[in-house]
């Protein structure tokens, strides 16, 4: 239950983030034995490229603490939904921190919000709702793939999620949300490869006050059809963003600093012969990277008026 808030130590059943490089992480559950593949109870032994850890050491040990391997060392984080997005199994692609925090903003989620969202897939975005709206929001979130609704299901009980969100197996393109969500909604978030079905059953479930709804789709194609179904159904302030994240490279330049003193007078054979050191000045300077992330996928955000306004 290490998602559910701050914690120490490390107790028994944690899933505890195992850092290594920035580029390197795992998750793991701090549990002392496992079962192998003849189904009996083992001793768990964690390998990695640093070398193996005996998981029963980790009970106990306070969180942010350096712990030995054979070949190393790593360290043992609390994990946040950050952490867990670079970790998670992947059953689909998964959505990034990049894109993610465009979709919170945009959809104005906050604690006591409630949010539908289809489709769950690995749950990456899943988890970062479940933070903004706890304590006292909820999450219904929709697949249409039976194993993958059981996996996350099971993943958001044992993170200590499962009071907050609700995992449904359904087509919501044909079937929609159900009618108990019909005008319960704050927001609701569709990644879905035909996502404009859905739209008419996401106007039904949002509150009768309103409310915001955001499609990723990774085509254009997809985004334009979107576009058109949400003026269809009442929908205003439609924008189109893409996100892309750009990391600049900062650092110090010592730059000369130009003489100009030959401009206001001339110079006589005897300083002309004379060199004089150049004068530099340190600055810091900014410039873009050689390379950058490509495209992901583009956001359709829109806003659903109160009824009175429809």
């Known amino acids: 239950m290490s998602f559910a808030g701050p914690k120490d130590v490390i107790a028994q059943g944690d899933t505890v983030v195992l850092y290594l490089t920035p580029a390197l992480m795992h998750t793991i559950d701090a549990v002392p034995q496992i079962r192998n593949k003849k189904n009996e109870m083992i001793d768990y032994v964690f390998q990695t490229s640093f070398g193996a850890l005996k998981v029963c050491d980790l009970i106990g040990v306070r969180y942010g603490s350096k712990v030995q391997l054979t070949k190393g060392w790593a360290h043992v984080l609390q994990p946040n939904p950050e952490l867990w997005t670079q970790t998670l199994p992947h059953r689909t692609q998964i ?20 949010v539908i969202e289809s489709g769950t897939g690995s749950g990456s975005l899943s ?9 006292s929001g909820h999450l219904h979130t929709f697949d249409f793939h039976e194993e993958r609704c059981a996996k996350a299901r099971e993943e958001f009980t044992a993170h200590g999620l499962g009071d907050n969100v609700t995992v449904r197996q359904r087509d919501v393109c044909e ?20 996502p404009q079905l859905a739209i008419p059953h996401a106007a039904k479930a949002l509150k009768n006050e309103g409310g915001r709804i955001c499609s990723f789709s990774p085509c254009i194609e997809q985004t334009m059809r979107v576009c058109e179904t949400l003026a269809k159904h ?10 892309l994240q750009i990391e600049d490279t900062v650092r110090t330049r010592n730059v ?13 054979d005897t300083e002309k012969d004379t060199k004089t050191p150049r004068e530099t000045k340190k600055y810091i300077t900014s410039s873009a990277p050689h390379t950058m992330a490509g495209h992901t996928g583009y956001l359709t955000i829109a806003e659903l008026p109160p009824l009175f306004a429809r």
């Open 95 to 114: 959505l990034y921190t990049p894109d993610i925090s465009m979709i919170l903003y945009q959809l104005e989620v906050r604690p006591g919000s409630i």
């Open 175 to 194: 079937q929609g949300f159900g009618d108990e969500l019909d005008g319960k909604a704050d927001a609701v978030f569709l990644d879905l490869p035909a």
């Open 234 to 243: 009442g929908f205003t302030e439609v924008q189109n963003l893409e996100v």
């Open 127 to 135: 988890h970062y709702f479940l933070r903004a709206i706890r304590p």
């Open 256 to 268: 000369p600093v130009m003489e100009l003193d030959f401009v206001k007078k001339k110079k006589t």
